[in-house]
């Protein structure tokens, strides 16, 4: 069973910097886009950045700017760097791969408080 672990959440201030890592259990999905999603408190899963095979990266508009998305292949790992985050950002972050999904992993969480 292939797995996404998720790591690097935590409580920060606003305008604080997060990195969050996502490691998948294969490097089966090296050529395959991966996508970074985040659940607000009581709210649905969004898409918020897509890191394709090539790492070029798109955003959703709200994080556009302040989010970077990355990705090493030989760690078949997927980054997200969040820079001035706001509360808004607050909630669960997960990574998928794009279009055919696989199993959610548990995701990291991520606070944005004063």
């Known amino acids: 069973q292939v797995q996404l672990v998720e790591s690097g959440g935590g409580l920060v201030q606003p305008g604080e910097s997060l990195k969050l890592s996502c490691v998948v259990s294969?490097?089966?999905?090296?050529?395959?886009?991966m996508d970074w999603w985040h659940q607000a408190p009581g709210k649905q899963r969004v898409w918020v950045a897509q890191i394709r095979k090539d790492e070029s990266a798109l955003y959703a508009d709200s994080v556009k700017d302040r989010f970077t998305g990355s990705r090493d292949k030989a760690k078949n790992t997927v980054y997200l760097q969040m820079n001035s985050l706001k509360p808004g950002d607050t909630g669960v972050y997960y990574c998928?791969?794009?279009?055919?999904?696989?199993?959610w992993g548990q995701g990291t969480q991520v606070i944005v408080s004063s």
């Open positions: 998928n791969v794009a279009v055919t999904q696989i199993k």
């Open positions: 294969t490097s089966a999905f090296n050529n395959y886009s």
